[in-house]
C-alpha cells in the first residue's frame, strides 16, 4: 500500500483574522509543525495544501500543491489536489490530516490501513464518541482516500458538491474510531482561546 500523507492547510483562516492558522505558535513551535511531527512517523512522504501565503511553509522543504478548483472550495478540494499529486507521483493512497489540529493520534494511520483492509472499502473517515452516547462525531478532514476515487471527485466538486460527507457517501466508506479519553484527539483550533486550551493539554502532560 502506497501513501503519501497530505496537510490540508488550504482554508483562509478567517476566524484568526488573516493570520495563517498552521503559523500559529503553539508553546515552542507552529501547528504547523506539530502536525508534521505526528504526520512523518506515520508516513514516509509528506506534502502540503496551501492556497495562500505559500512562502511561509517553504521553510519544511516539503511539496506544496495548491487547489485546482477555485474560489476557495473546501477541504474536498485538498483532498483532490493531493490525490491528483499522489496519483502523478506513484502514490495509491493519500492520508489527509488538518494543520489546525495538533494532536490527532499517532496511530492514525495503522487504524485506518486495519479499517480499509477489513471492510475492503474506498475511504476511511476518522470518528470519536461522547462519552456514554454511540452517535458518531464524524472527522471527515481526517482520511485514507483510494487515489483511484480523483475523477469522480473532480466531477462532483465541479458539480457544485462542497460538504465532505455528500461526496463520500456515494463511495464505499467505513468509519475508523478513536478514543476519546482525556480529551478529543481531534481537538482543531479555530479561535484565539483554542490555542490556550492547547496549551492547557500540552501542560498536563496529555499528549
Same mark, same amino acid.
Given at each position: ?13 478567517k ?23 505526528r ?15 505559500e512562502?511561509?511553509?517553504?521553510q519544511?522543504?516539503?511539496p ?11 477541504p ?16 495509491n ?18 487504524k ?16 470519536? /464518541? *461522547? +462519552?456514554? =452516547?454511540? $452517535? ?7 482520511g ?6 480523483? %475523477? ?15 461526496? /463520500? *457517501? +456515494?463511495? =464505499?466508506? $467505513? ?14 483550533? %479555530? ?17
Open positions: 500500500m502506497n501513501i503519501v500523507g497530505v496537510v490540508l492547510a488550504g482554508g483562509q483562516s476566524r484568526m483574522g488573516g493570520a495563517h492558522k498552521g503559523m500559529l505558535q503553539l508553546k515552542t513551535k507552529s501547528l504547523s509543525l506539530h502536525v508534521l511531527n504526520l512523518s512517523i506515520q508516513t514516509e512522504e509528506i506534502i502540503l495544501n496551501v492556497n495562500v501565503q512562502k511561509l511553509y517553504k519544511f522543504n516539503l506544496i500543491v495548491r487547489d485546482s478548483i477555485t474560489d476557495y472550495a473546501g474536498l478540494a485538498g483532498v483532490l489536489a493531493g490525490m491528483d499529486w499522489a496519483y502523478e507521483n506513484g502514490y493512497y493519500i492520508l489527509t490530516v488538518a494543520v489546525d489540529t495538533p494532536f490527532f493520534p499517532k496511530d492514525f494511520l495503522k485506518c490501513k486495519k479499517t480499509l483492509m477489513k471492510d475492503d472499502c474506498s475511504i476511511v473517515l476518522a470518528y470519536t /464518541t *461522547d +462519552k456514554g =452516547k454511540k $452517535s458518531k462525531n464524524l472527522h471527515p478532514t481526517f485514507l482516500w483510494d487515489v483511484s476515487l480523483r %475523477n469522480d471527485l473532480r466531477k462532483s466538486l465541479n458539480g457544485g458538491i462542497r460538504k465532505m460527507l455528500a461526496w /463520500t *457517501d +456515494k463511495h =464505499k466508506v $467505513s468509519y475508523c474510531k478513536f478514543s476519546d479519553t482525556k480529551f478529543n484527539p481531534f481537538f482543531n483550533i %479555530n479561535k484565539p482561546d483554542d490555542l490556550k486550551e492547547a496549551e492547557a493539554i500540552i501542560e498536563k502532560g496529555w499528549v
